[in-house]
C-alpha cells in the first residue's frame, strides 16, 4: 500500500464505521442518551492502553484541552439544532457545511491552501454532500425553514471543521500519536455524560437501558472510526480527511436502504457520482 493511498483507505475505513456508529445510535430512538453510552464505551475500549502508552507530555495538554473543549462545543451545537429542527432539517446542514468550514478554519488555524482545483472539487463535494443528504422526495423548499435549527446546524458544521483542526494540530504535535487518541478518547466522555445526566435527572436509566446495545455497538465503531480520522489527519489536509470521511452519509444511506428497506433513488446517485468526483478532484490536488 503506497504512502499517498493510505490516508485514503484511513478515511473511507473511518466512514464506514462512523456510519455504522450511527445507524447503532439512530435505531436506539433516544440519541443523546445513545451518544452517552457511545462515549463512555469508547474510553472503556481505550482505556486499558492508557497503561502501555507514555503519557502526554506537557506541552501536549494545551492542545488536548482545546480539542475536548472543541468536542463539547460541537456536541452542544448538535443538541441544539436537533432541539429546534427536524433531522431531515439541520443534518444536511451541518455534515454538508462541514468539509468546506474544516477547510476555511484551516487555512487560518494551520495554513493549509487547498489550491483553486482542490476548492472546486471540495465545493463540488460540499454541495453533493448537502443534496445528498436531503431525505427521500423532500427538498429544503418543500420544508418549512426554522431559521433557528438552521443557525444552530451552521454552528455545528463549525464546530466540527474547529474539532478537525484541532484534532490535526493535536495529533500532528504528539511524540507519539497513539497517546493523543488513546487521551481524545478517554477525556471525551465527560460533556455528552454531564449533559445526559442533567436532562434526564429522573428518567435517566429508563431512558439508558433500551440504548445499551446499539450505544455500544456505536462506541467499539466510533472508536476505529475516529482512530482511523486521527491518523489520518497526521498524513495529510485535514479538509481531505473531513471531506472523505463525510461520506459516511453514503455509507449510512447503503445501510438504511439493506436493512432499513429506505429508498436511495436518483438524487442520491446522482449526487454520490459528484461527490466522488469532487473528492477525487480534491486529492489531485493535495
Not at 445501510?255 to 436518483?266: I, Q, T
Amino acid at each position: 500500500m503506497s504512502v499517498a493511498f493510505l490516508p485514503i483507505a484511513l478515511c473511507l475505513f473511518s466512514a464506514v464505521t462512523v456510519a455504522t456508529a450511527n445507524f447503532a445510535v439512530k435505531r436506539g430512538g433516544d440519541v443523546l442518551s445513545a451518544r452517552m453510552v457511545l462515549s463512555l464505551t469508547s474510553a472503556a475500549c481505550v482505556l486499558p492502553f492508557a497503561f502501555f502508552l507514555p503519557l502526554p507530555s506537557q506541552a501536549l495538554w494545551g492542545p488536548l484541552a482545546i480539542t475536548i473543549a472543541a468536542h463539547w462545543v460541537y456536541q452542544f451545537f448538535m443538541i441544539r439544532a436537533l432541539h429546534r429542527g427536524d433531522l431531515s432539517l439541520v443534518f444536511p446542514v451541518m455534515r454538508g457545511l462541514a468539509p468546506m468550514m474544516t477547510a476555511i478554519i484551516g487555512v487560518f488555524a494551520l495554513g493549509e491552501f487547498p489550491g483553486p482545483l482542490g476548492w472546486f472539487g471540495l465545493s463540488l463535494a460540499t454541495a453533493a454532500l448537502f443534496v445528498f443528504a436531503l431525505p427521500q422526495g423532500e427538498s429544503l423548499n418543500q420544508k418549512k425553514l426554522n431559521q433557528s435549527a438552521l443557525f444552530w446546524a451552521v454552528l455545528t458544521s463549525a464546530g466540527i471543521g474547529l474539532y478537525s483542526v484541532t484534532d490535526a494540530y493535536g495529533v500532528r504535535i504528539a511524540d507519539n500519536r497513539f497517546t493523543f487518541i488513546v487521551w481524545l478518547f478517554l477525556l471525551d466522555w465527560i460533556g455528552t455524560t454531564a449533559v445526559t445526566v442533567w436532562t434526564r435527572r429522573g428518567q435517566l436509566r429508563a431512558r439508558l437501558r433500551p440504548q445499551l446495545l446499539g450505544g455500544m455497538v456505536g462506541g467499539v465503531s466510533s472508536v476505529l472510526s475516529y482512530g482511523a480520522a486521527l491518523l489520518a489527519f497526521s498524513m495529510t489536509q485535514a479538509a481531505t480527511v473531513t471531506a472523505i470521511r463525510e461520506t459516511s452519509v453514503v455509507f449510512g444511506a447503503i445501510l438504511g436502504a439493506v436493512f432499513l428497506k429506505e429508498g436511495f433513488g436518483r438524487r442520491r446517485i446522482v449526487a454520490a457520482a459528484v461527490l466522488a468526483a469532487g473528492l477525487l478532484l480534491l486529492e489531485v490536488q493535495a
